[in-house]
């Protein structure tokens, strides 16, 4: 007998199926636009740059608390352009340092930039609970969950952007790194409302993330192999969230990725899975993992920075 027929039964019994992905799939990051209320706390700017605490009533109510308010960082132009992009946050990184240089050098170049804290991160994680703990994890059903929060907080945030910000919809990217990337990449392959896109440290076939023996995902293996599930499992239920699933090659004009090749965590078969999937989108690699890239920081902020440029103010 199936030691996890439960883990079937969330697949909707069609996971195997080729081609076009299930409508009913597509319906779990509908989004409705409603009328909701933000609060916005100007904060110390830089080089004429405007920076704002932004929080707002996440759309998907869950049972902690502190997960239903999502936390975001504003960096504004002096003058708005209506370009705008919203950045995702790496898994458990211990600051948003990275996403606010990002943010940074896209508002001095006249693009506005949200960064959006994904569930369960920095101030939305209950007490106790380190950040992006429960963002992903070997409770799959939460994990699912989390990133249809994710996709859901990332409208709403465009939907505030357009209604008070002066963003225009046909000028908006979205981009993230490492889980953010990857979350990043399954909006833009879902909603063609986004202008531009870029993925840093993302790829495709996500369930394989789970196996591959990195140190960030090792403990959620050895839990779900104690529960019985298989790697087929696995890749079965997370189908429908991964960015390969619906990619499709006309989506992959507008978007860039950023891998790292000798990334133990998102290796580069996975990246190019992903752009494959796209059909061959611009792929930017660097020497060094998951964490040492990091010092190639200079020339991946020239890359997105270029990028968005080009997609937003140049059109």
């Not at 759309?59 to 209506?82: D, F, I, Y």
């Not at 804290?117 to 209950?126: E, G, K, S």
């Not at 079965?236 to 978007?255: F, H, I, N, Q």
């Not at 990725?257 to 990334?263: K, Q």
């Amino acid at each position: 007998m199936n030691p996890v027929p439960w883990l079937l039964a969330l697949t909707l019994g069609i996971a195997a199926a080729a081609g076009e992905p299930p409508a009913a799939w597509r319906t779990e990051f509908a989004y409705e636009r409603s009328d909701f209320a933000a609060e916005v706390r100007e904060q110390p700017g830089n080089g004429g740059v405007k920076h704002f605490r932004v929080t707002y009533p996440s759309p998907v109510e869950t049972v902690v608390p502190e997960n239903n308010t999502v936390h975001a960082h504003l960096l504004e132009p002096a003058e708005r352009t209506g370009a705008s992009v919203i950045i995702l946050p790496i898994w458990k990184g211990r600051g948003l340092d990275l996403e606010l240089m990002v943010a940074q050098r896209l508002a001095s170049r006249g693009i506005t930039a949200m960064i959006v804290v994904l569930p369960y991160q920095f101030d939305r994680a209950p007490e106790g609970k380190r950040t992006g703990e429960l963002t992903v994890s070997s409770d799959l059903e939460r994990t699912k969950s989390a990133v249809v929060q994710a996709v859901k907080d990332v409208k709403r945030a465009a939907q505030w952007l357009e209604e008070t910000r002066e963003a225009d919809r046909a000028r908006m990217g979205i981009m993230g790194t490492s889980l953010g990337g990857h979350i990043a990449g399954l909006i833009w392959a879902t909603d063609r409302s986004f202008r531009a896109g870029a993925t840093v440290l993302a790829g495709g076939n996500i369930h394989e993330l789970f196996w591959n023996g990195s140190n960030e995902t090792k403990d959620i293996k050895k839990e779900l192999q104690a529960r019985g599930v298989t790697l087929a499992d696995l890749a079965a239920v997370m189908k429908p969230y991964d960015p390969a699933t619906w990619a499709t090659p006309e989506r992959g004009e507008g978007l860039l990725m950023i891998g790292a090749l000798d990334d133990p965590v998102v290796p580069m078969g996975n990246v190019r899975a992903l752009r494959d999937a796209f059909g061959g989108p611009r792929l930017v690699t660097y020497p060094g993992t998951h964490t040492t890239v990091a010092l190639r920081i200079a020339d991946i902020l020239d890359d997105l920075s270029g990028h968005f440029e080009r997609e937003l103010l140049a059109r």
